[in-house]
Structures are given as C-alpha cells and as structure tokens.
C-alpha cells in the first residue's frame, strides 16, 4: 500500500533563514507526489508537484521540493522563509496507477519567527 | 471563478440527528472526493466519485453515504450523527484526463456532534 510519512509535527525557523519540511514516502512502482499548504481555517492549496523529470521541482510562493529515489524522500525547501509562511503543510502521494485518489501524510506546522 | 464551494462552514448537531454536507464545483471535474481532518492523522479519505453516477468507498467510509447526479455536485450525507464525527470536512476535485492534475479543494465544514 501506498503511503507518506511526516516525521516531524511541528518546524520552527527564523525569518529569513532556509527551510525544510520533510516528507518520505512508500509507493509500489513510480511515485507521483504531491505539496499542499493550508492556511488557518482554509482549505489546502496546491503547491508543487513531481511525476517525472528533473529532481528539483519549483512550485508556488517561492517554494520547491527535492525528489530523492534513493532515499524514497520528498522534502519541501524555501531559501528564505516569510512569517506569512507559517501554516500546515501536507504530503501526499497518489494512490496507485490510474486513479487520482491521494493518501495524505499526517502534516507538519511550520512557525517561522520574526 | 468560484472553484469549490462547501456549505455550510459551520454545523453542530445533536447525536442520531442526519445532515447533508453540500459541495459543488464549476470546474467540469471528473473526480470529486470527501475527506475529513482529524488532528494528528492528516487527512483520510471518506468516499470518492470518478465521474456521475459512479461513487467508492475510501479509508474511512462507515456512517456517510454519498451520491454524484451531476458532474458539478457530490454531497456527503451523514444518516445518524454520532460525537466520532466531529471533524473537519473538505470535499476536493481534479480533472482526470490525460496528465497528472492537482486537486482543489473547498473551505472546509466544521462539524460538532454533541
């Protein structure tokens, strides 16, 4: 079965430094992955996606993410993180060929600080 | 463009009571999904909908029952509310044609049983 994993619940950083929220995840055959982002009491937002191609895939609001085969991993990156950036981020990774069904990981907060 | 709309944002109810949980889109989407946000679990697929007519199950299905009549409507009905249900409920759409597209997502129910 496929599925994504969130290691940490909360990331706090400083304003202006880099960031990273991690994502691994477990899929049989090639993995199509996904970043959201949700905002207080929003809905989630798209942010990036990989399917194939080039391992460094940029997305939205200046945000990017790192595709690692070997090490099953999908790290979502910001050179410079905003205070505006703080909200919860998701993973997710879609549920095997053919369908569009997502399986979510569990998100992480991100608290960027001034 | 209005995208996704869920209604209503807020809804308490009392245990055994039934309600429908409305979701529409005007994106001509083939595929609409129900999940529902649990802190700590991210987010778990209730029932999901691959064109008219045509409805599944997800994770997490048992006390929700859905129906598609249209392309633009999927509404969540809830036959007997029970306190387990409060959650937050986010109805979601992609288009399913040729290519990976991302989903879209509504604001969300905020659902109390009590």
């Known amino acids: 079965a496929q599925s994504v994993a969130q290691p940490e619940d909360q990331v706090n950083v400083a304003e202006g430094n880099p960031l990273t929220v991690k994502c691994t995840y477990s899929v049989s055959g090639n993995p199509y992955l996904f970043w959201y982002v949700q905002y207080p009491n929003r809905g989630l937002q798209f942010l990036l996606k990989?399917?194939?191609?080039?391992?460094l895939v940029k997305g939205s609001y200046g945000f990017e993410a790192e595709f690692n085969k070997s090490q099953t991993s999908f790290h979502l990156k910001k050179p410079s993180a905003l205070v505006s950036d703080s909200a919860l981020y998701f993973c997710a990774v879609r549920d095997g060929r053919g369908t569009d069904k997502l399986i979510f990981g569990t998100g992480t907060r991100l608290q960027v600080f001034p | 463009n209005a995208g996704v709309t869920q209604t209503p944002k807020f809804q308490v109810l009392k245990t055994g009571q039934s309600m429908t949980l409305q979701c529409a889109q005007d994106?001509?989407?083939?595929?609409m999904s129900w999940y529902r946000q649990d802190p700590g679990m991210g987010l778990r697929l209730i029932h999901y909908?691959?064109?008219?007519?045509?409805?599944d199950q997800g994770e997490v299905p048992n006390g929700y029952n859905v129906s598609r009549s249209t392309t633009e409507d999927f509404p969540l009905r809830l036959l007997s509310a029970a306190p387990s249900q409060t959650s937050v409920y986010f109805c979601a759409s992609s288009y399913s044609g040729r290519g990976l597209r991302e989903a879209f997502f509504g604001q969300g129910t905020r659902l109390t049983v009590v």
């Open positions: 909908s691959v064109g008219a007519g045509i409805t």
């Open positions: 990989y399917i194939t191609g080039d391992n």
């Open positions: 994106m001509n989407h083939e595929y």
